[in-house]
């Protein structure tokens, strides 16, 4: 699940938040990340020339990151279902449980 997501210059919003630093085609910092527009700053990337913005994307609602969570370990339990009970392989499942969770907000 991606914590961004790019958005035309013409339909993004004031109030939207940076997700990453905006550049210029030489690489200099526009604006930087966590930044929250506002029109003036929208016109100005206009006029520069910036096409598209990454964005910080809206926080789900709590039942639905719960019932992703849930998704994430019951995928889990069935890739491994038939890995066995081993200690190598507990600790290999709680890594990715972990790393897979580690990806929502």
């Known amino acids: 699940m991606t914590r961004f ?3 035309p210059i013409d339909e993004a919003r004031e109030g939207a938040v940076l997700y990453d630093d905006v ?9 930087p990340r966590a930044t929250a527009l506002d ?5 100005a990337l206009v006029r520069r020339g910036v096409a598209t913005l990454h964005v910080v ?4 609602a709590p039942d639905h990151l ?13 890739l491994c279902r038939h890995a066995g009970d081993g200690p ?6 709680l890594v ?8 929502l907000p």
């Open 5 to 7: 997501r790019a958005v």
């Open 23 to 31: 550049r210029d085609a030489a690489g200099n910092v526009l604006l």
């Open 39 to 43: 029109g003036a700053m929208l016109r």
């Open 57 to 60: 994307a809206d926080v789900p």
């Open 66 to 78: 719960a019932a992703e969570r849930a998704r994430v370990r019951a995928r889990l339990a069935y």
């Open 88 to 93: 190598a392989n507990g600790l290999l499942r």
């Open 96 to 103: 990715v449980e972990q790393y897979r969770l580690a990806e």
